[in-house]
């Protein structure tokens, strides 16, 4: 592990066919000047030609077999070859493919369970980000799967409609696998499926947006130095996996759920053209009512599902443009992680002709019109992020940093007390924020950031501090914790990151961890 110094710290559909020829993917978005050290107000420009649009590939819905009332899911982590960018094959690693993952759909109340088998040469492990499972089938850490073995995981899904995603979690090497391709989109259904209004077709009016970012080798190989403070920030953007990618809207209306699975760049999103359009959902599901923005901040890990209006003739195009606020950073701060920068991450043509889109439910979520209630008897917990350590320490996997009780509201303050930026993602959990505060008192656009709705994971400038509710139930285990850790990348695999068990009121973790590591437990009621 890589030491910090942390006295003087200096970052099915039309496109399936596309999306499932993995060896072949073709594919999105711009690149620019390299952002490795990007000066102080600089931008990355990207030149996203139209001749040179290809058409966004859509990830296939993974089509599940069904063993009694149990939908089983089949993934095979392996290797591969990637056309990211136009008529160059780059290595990667995908899921039942050479690049990304198929989108598994499920709903709320299905019985899943889902075989993972590691065809790559390192041991990996496969998490879901946002799901609400057992220790056991969290995917962290704890749950290695060796090169040429297999590993399942089974739960009941208990929770609203949403878009997650899973994702890579080894210890220390969670961005390099990651970045070499491995992500795949969740979504959740509910009663309220098909009732709103929504757009609900697939690939044609509902599009998933998975925004990457990386960096090249003149041979087309994946550059995988990491930057000084900023590991693998990437200087070229791609959507869907590839660079340049152009959106054919055939309706008037389209939904997009877009996911920031970049290991560690930002993005402020804005389109063109300065349009309006509307913020439905954030990473637990949709919220109690639309909310209208012209930009969005979106921080790795974290989910958005927007609604854009499109009418005939319409050209313009999805863009990351810099953080004018410079997200609460002092000027001159190092690292700048990429705030600066602007690309040009997808091209959209508006529809053929007009269509009535019809009227979209003035209340989409009842589920989250008020916060939950707290009370004095609240148990509160404390968390500084600071360098790469959360209070004060690095990840230990012999640790067991608390113990929490089920279906107990917990608030938990989480602060930022640093001149860099971070997020905080929980496992197993959807959280309410209660409040968003700065204590610097800098000035940056709250509008913009994503603190509505359910949340797992949450983005904080330096000098924030956020309260959340957080309620964890269902499942106890003394034997399997959950992470909790700062979602840009670079950062937990330095070890900013930490672990905790819910347990029965009395209970104790094991004096072993499930897959045998020990541990001295700490306790915090």
Same mark, same amino acid.
Not at 38 to 60: C, E, F, H, K
Not at 105 to 119: E, F, L, P, Q, T
């Given at each position: 592990?890589?030491?910090?110094?942390?006295?003087?710290?200096?970052?099915?559909?039309?496109?399936?066919?596309?999306?499932?020829?993995?060896?072949?993917?073709?594919?999105?978005?711009?690149?620019?000047?390299?952002?490795?050290?990007?000066?102080?107000?600089?931008?990355?420009?990207?030149?996203?030609?139209?001749?040179?649009?290809?058409?966004?590939?859509?990830?296939?819905?993974?089509?599940?077999?069904?063993?009694?009332?149990?939908?089983?899911?089949?993934?095979?982590?392996?290797?591969?070859?990637?056309?990211?960018?136009? =008529?160059?094959?780059?290595? !990667?690693?995908?899921?039942?493919?050479? @690049? /990304? %993952?198929? $989108?598994?759909?499920?709903?709320?109340?299905?019985?899943?369970?889902?075989?993972?088998?590691?065809?790559?040469?390192?041991?990996?492990?496969?998490?879901?980000?946002?799901?609400?499972?057992?220790?056991?089938?969290?995917?962290?850490?704890?749950?290695?799967?060796?090169?040429?073995?297999?590993?399942?995981?089974?739960?009941?899904?208990?929770?609203?409609?949403?878009?997650?995603?899973?994702?890579?979690?080894?210890?220390?090497?969670?961005?390099?696998?990651?970045?070499?391709?491995?992500?795949?989109?969740?979504?959740?259904?509910?009663?309220?499926?098909?009732?709103?209004?929504?757009?609900?077709?697939?690939?044609?009016?509902?599009?998933?947006?998975?925004?990457?970012?990386?960096?090249?080798?003149?041979? =087309?190989?994946?550059?995988? !130095?990491?930057?000084?403070?900023?590991? @693998? /920030? %990437?200087? $070229?953007?791609?959507?869907?996996?590839?660079?340049?990618?152009?959106?054919?809207?055939?309706?008037?209306?389209?939904?997009?759920?877009?996911?920031?699975?970049?290991?560690?760049?930002?993005?402020?999103?804005?389109?063109?053209?300065?349009?309006?359009?509307?913020?439905?959902?954030?990473?637990?599901?949709?919220?109690?009512?639309?909310?209208?923005?012209?930009?969005?901040?979106?921080?790795?890990?974290?989910?958005?599902?927007?609604?854009?209006?499109?009418?005939?003739?319409?050209?313009?195009?999805?863009?990351?443009?810099?953080?004018?606020?410079?997200?609460?950073?002092?000027?001159?701060?190092?690292?700048?992680?990429?705030?600066?920068?602007?690309?040009?991450?997808?091209?959209?043509?508006?529809?053929?002709?007009?269509?009535?889109?019809?009227?979209?439910?003035?209340?989409?979520?009842?589920?989250?019109?008020?916060?939950?209630?707290?009370?004095?008897?609240?148990?509160?917990?404390?968390?500084?992020?600071?360098?790469?350590?959360?209070?004060?320490?690095?990840?230990?996997?012999?640790?067991?940093?608390?113990?929490?009780?089920?279906?107990?509201?917990?608030?938990?303050?989480?602060?930022?007390?640093?001149?860099?930026?971070?997020?905080?993602?929980?496992?197993?959990?959807?959280?309410?924020?209660?409040?968003?505060?700065?204590?610097?008192?800098?000035?940056?656009?709250?509008?913009?950031?994503?603190?509505?709705?359910?949340?797992?994971?949450?983005?904080?400038?330096?000098?924030?501090?956020?309260?959340?509710?957080?309620?964890?139930?269902?499942?106890?285990?003394?034997?399997?914790?959950?992470?909790?850790?700062?979602?840009?990348?670079?950062?937990?695999?330095?070890?900013?990151?930490?672990?905790?068990?819910?347990?029965?009121?009395?209970?104790?973790?094991?004096?072993?961890?499930?897959?045998?590591?020990?541990?001295?437990?700490?306790?915090?009621?």
């Amino acid at each position: 592990m890589t030491t910090y110094d942390l006295v003087s710290r200096r970052v099915f559909i039309s496109s399936v066919g596309a999306f499932a020829t993995a060896a072949t993917l073709s594919a999105c978005g711009g690149s620019g000047s390299s952002s490795a050290q990007p000066s102080q107000g600089s931008a990355t420009i990207s030149a996203t030609a139209s001749a040179n649009r290809r058409p966004l590939p859509v990830p296939p819905i993974l089509e599940p077999t069904l063993e009694g009332t149990t939908k089983v899911f089949a993934l095979d982590a392996r290797t591969g070859e990637s056309e990211m960018k136009p =008529g160059v094959q780059t290595p !990667t690693w995908g899921y039942n493919g050479a @690049l /990304l %993952g198929p $989108t598994l759909r499920m709903a709320n109340g299905d019985n899943v369970r889902i075989d993972v088998k590691n065809s790559l040469p390192e041991t990996t492990t496969v998490h879901w980000h946002g799901m609400h499972v057992p220790g056991i089938a969290d995917g962290g850490p704890h749950q290695p799967i060796e090169p040429g073995t297999s590993w399942s995981a089974s739960w009941q899904v208990r929770q609203n409609a949403s878009t997650l995603w899973y994702h890579p979690h080894p210890h220390g090497e969670t961005s390099r696998h990651a970045y070499r391709g491995l992500a795949g989109l969740f979504i959740i259904d509910d009663e309220s499926t098909g009732t709103l209004g929504l757009p609900e077709e697939y690939g044609v009016d509902d599009i998933p947006l998975v925004i990457q970012d990386r960096r090249f080798n003149d041979d =087309g190989t994946l550059d995988e !130095t990491d930057l000084p403070d900023l590991g @693998l /920030l %990437g200087d $070229t953007t791609m959507l869907n996996g590839i660079t340049n990618p152009h959106f054919e809207a055939t309706t008037s209306r389209v939904r997009f759920r877009v996911l920031n699975g970049s290991v560690m760049r930002l993005y402020n999103l804005a389109f063109s053209d300065d349009r309006e359009f509307s913020l439905i959902g954030s990473d637990g599901g949709l919220l109690h009512t639309a909310k209208t923005v012209k930009n969005l901040y979106i921080s790795p890990g974290e989910r958005a599902e927007i609604l854009v209006e499109f009418a005939p003739g319409d050209e313009i195009t999805l863009k990351a443009v810099p953080f004018t606020d410079r997200l609460g950073m002092s000027e001159g701060s190092q690292p700048e992680f990429g705030i600066f920068d602007s690309f040009e991450l997808l091209t959209l043509s508006g529809p053929a002709s007009a269509s009535d889109a019809g009227q979209v439910a003035s209340t989409l979520n009842q589920k989250v019109a008020t916060l939950p209630e707290t009370s004095e008897h609240t148990t509160e917990r404390s968390f500084s992020l600071t360098g790469f350590q959360i209070n004060g320490e690095l990840m230990d996997t012999e640790r067991i940093d608390f113990t929490a009780h089920p279906n107990e509201w917990e608030i938990w303050t989480i602060t930022n007390n640093d001149s860099w930026i971070h997020n905080f993602h929980i496992h197993n959990t959807q959280f309410r924020v209660l409040s968003y505060e700065d204590t610097f008192y800098r000035d940056y656009n709250q509008d913009a950031l994503l603190t509505d709705g359910w949340k797992d994971t949450v983005l904080l400038p330096p000098g924030v501090e956020v309260k959340l509710a957080v309620r964890f139930t269902d499942y106890t285990s003394t034997a399997w914790p959950y992470m909790y850790h700062c979602h840009l990348l670079f950062h937990e695999d330095q070890g900013m990151m930490g672990q905790f068990m819910v347990v029965e009121p009395g209970q104790e973790p094991d004096a072993v961890i499930g897959n045998g590591v020990t541990h001295e437990a700490s306790h915090s009621h």
